[in-house]
């Protein structure tokens, strides 16, 4: 029995190449010419949320957005948003739950090696070698530049998914705090639930299933993004742990 499950979770994996391909192909082309300059990119943010929604869906994953705030979204206002980082489809959700603010992502270079989704990757993203101090240290620039472009900007403050599964939430990096004290922008601040054991960096385990998605609240930038930090991972850490 457990042998058929793992065959069928490679089949569904298998699924996702052929489905990321595909969507790639169809929306990749729209992206990468409407990226091409600063002012149309809001018009390729909405074949990138097409490609989000039809990899999240595709995949048999759908979420439910549970408020824990009373604060709302301000379709005016530029944020921070962060999240707990678990699983490659956490990517999917801020494109989905964002209509109306276009996302620039902080990610890592390695990805730009992927065939055809790297080509667009460099276009839509911040890349970071985080093995590079230099690299690291220009985030805070290239991001500044894309804020002022009118958008967003996506960070996983964990920096990655940590190897060791039994850790709920990792230690929190400093950039998205301190994007946000220098550049005066909220923090929207989300926690993911669910995607550890639905679709995990495991190829041989995982479902289709409903991810809980909890915004938790919305940080207003201080002067110390110490503070800010401890803010959000404590806010975060909580979730985690009232409601995995």
Known sequence: MDKI???LNYLWR???ILLAFVLTIIFGIPVYILSYKKKTYKYAYKFIRLWCYGIFYGMGLRYELINLTDKKIDKNQQYVVISNHTSIMDIMLPCILFPNHPL???GKKELEKI????TIYRRICVMVDRSSARSRADVYRRCAEKMEEGNSIVIFPEGGVPDDTSVVLDEFKDGAF????KHNSPIA?????GLKEIFPFDNSKGHPGKV???FNDILEPTASPKELKLSAFE???KTLTEYS
């Open 212 to 214: 809980k998605v909890y």
């Open 5 to 7: 499950k793992m065959i």
């Open 14 to 16: 298998g699924w996702l």
């Open 104 to 106: 620039c992502y902080v």
């Open 178 to 181: 301190t994007l946000s004290s």
């Open 189 to 193: 601040v989300f926690t993911f639930i």
């Open 115 to 118: 065939p055809i989704f790297g």
């Open 235 to 237: 806010t975060i850490k």
